[in-house]
Each structure stands twice: as C-alpha cells, then as structure tokens.
C-alpha cells in the first residue's frame, strides 16, 4: 500500500484525516502515540514525535539548564576526553 485516498473531516476546530491501522503498523506507530506535523516541499509530513517524557520529581528546565551548562563549559568537557 503505498498511495491511499483519505477525505479531511472536520473535528471541533482543527481538520483530520483517518489512518488505516497496517499502515499506522507499518510507520511503527499506534493509536495512542505522539506525532509531530511539518510542512515540508509542499506536503505535510507525519513522524514520530522525539519528546522524551521527564520521569516523576525532574522539572520542565532540565534539559534547557543541561543545555546551559554544556554551553557554558563545553571546552572543558572536550577537555576530559584527552584526560
């Protein structure tokens, strides 16, 4: 199956297409599972969404202050890897 035909219906405020469940399978996806959307070259391009769920008790800035410090010390750390 590689070309299916789907009608965009309309949902509360926003607009949705149907997916056949083989080919939900064959993206390794489930019902249940984020997505991003991206407008790509004129086609909307649907993958698997990459955010990582934080684990109980670790705050939203985890990674923006690990972000942070990486930048801050980043030639130090490139200067553990000759140690």
Do not use: C, W
């Not at 249940?32 to 070259?41: A, H, P, R, S, T």
């Not at 698997?48 to 769920?53: E, G, I, L, T």
Request: charged share 30%; aromatic share 6%; net charge negative.
């Amino acid at each position: 199956m590689n070309r299916i035909e789907r009608k965009i219906t309309k949902i509360g405020n926003s607009y949705g297409i149907t997916i056949p469940n083989d080919l939900l399978k064959k993206a390794g996806l489930q019902h249940g599972d984020n997505v991003q959307l991206e407008y790509v070259n004129d086609e909307i391009k649907i993958t698997r969404s990459r955010k990582v769920s934080l684990p109980e008790g670790i705050s939203e800035d985890f990674f923006e202050t690990v972000q942070e410090t990486m930048v801050e010390y980043d030639s130090t750390i490139k200067g553990l890897v000759d140690r």
